[in-house]
């Protein structure tokens, strides 16, 4: 627990000077937030942020994918035979183990389709897991993974490339649609993760989805695990069910029976023609940041462990 309270004390400078950016999936620059001294010591981003070994406990992944930790986490490589594992310094190549595994089966995949030697992985988890410091709200269990849209060319980045290359947007027209970078292998790749029994849902844009539905002339099953969300043009995010016998883990409800295509084609007109604004809605509220209470109680044990 010392060498995290040390942490701590090194993420907080950072935080509070400016001093630290980093570049998110399309190269745009991140600097950590300024956060005053009451969140510097209860804000549960800051604990989790601030570890940087895994800790020495049996895997698990505890609590909800929004909403936990990772125990016994395990690092992806940072360069396999079939993918490198992107933006280094951010510390978020940590998984559980079946993750781990999925990403070096599909990344073998990735590695037949024309133009791609693999895939690059970006943000998974922190080696403790739980809340980050910047962007995601979930990646939290450990089963959580980005995936570059870039094909990759080759796979021997070196680390300062790996913190500067951009991966590629694949939208246009706000999402409602594919571009020019969008091809069949992005489909067969999307495809054969929706395939794989632990895959519970994965998010791409609007209109990848009406892409993908569009294009399969076969069984079309595989497409409700495709769910359409904002951004996720950039890379698309697999979120993996709790492995089995994980008792700890918290899953969330499947998705609606059916391929989806219809739901998306909602979405795609939506973007195209916005419905008004609702009069009547109330203000959205700030969302409020998590705490250690906010979290599982085996979390406080995942956080102290060596």
């Not at 309270?5 to 400078?13: C, E, K, P, R, V």
């Not at 125990?71 to 933006?87: F, H, I, N, S």
């Not at 076969?218 to 089995?244: A, E, M, Q, T």
Request: with cysteine; proline share 8%; charged share 25%.
């Amino acid at each position: 627990m010392r060498r995290v309270l040390s942490a701590i004390a090194a993420t907080t400078f950072l935080a509070t000077c400016g001093a630290s950016a980093d570049r998110d999936i399309s190269g745009a620059q991140i600097k950590r937030p300024t956060l005053t001294q009451a969140e510097r010591t209860t804000l549960a981003k800051v604990q989790f942020g601030a570890a940087k070994t895994p800790a020495a406990m049996t895997p698990q992944a505890i609590g909800g994918y929004a909403k936990g930790c990772l125990a016994g986490a395990k690092a992806l490589a940072e360069t396999g035979p079939t993918w490198q594992a992107m933006r280094l310094s951010r510390g978020r190549n940590w998984a559980h183990p079946d993750t781990i595994d999925y990403v070096q089966k599909l990344s073998r995949f990735a590695a037949i389709q024309p133009g791609w030697e693999g895939l690059y992985i970006g943000d998974m988890a922190q080696p403790r897991g739980g809340p980050m410091l910047t962007g995601h709200r979930s990646h939290q269990t450990g089963l959580g993974i980005d995936v570059w849209m870039l094909p990759p060319k080759r796979l021997n980045l070196r680390a300062s490339e790996r913190e500067n290359i951009s991966s590629i947007s694949t939208r246009r027209a706000r999402g409602a649609y594919t571009n020019d970078n969008w091809t069949p292998a992005h489909m067969n790749i999307l495809r054969a993760a929706a395939k794989d029994d632990r895959t519970a849902r994965i998010f791409v844009f609007p209109g990848a989805k009406v892409a993908m539905c569009d294009a399969e002339t076969g069984d079309k099953s595989w497409l409700h695990k495709i769910r359409p969300w904002w951004g996720h043009h950039y890379h698309f995010h697999v979120r993996l069910n709790c492995p089995k016998g994980d008792t700890t883990c918290v899953s969330q409800p499947a998705p609606p029976t059916g391929d989806g295509c219809d739901d998306a084609r909602k979405w795609v007109r939506d973007i195209l023609d916005p419905p008004p604004p609702d009069p009547n809605a109330p203000p959205p509220k700030k969302r409020r940041e998590l705490t250690l209470n906010d979290l599982p109680a085996q979390c406080t044990a995942v956080l102290r462990a060596d």
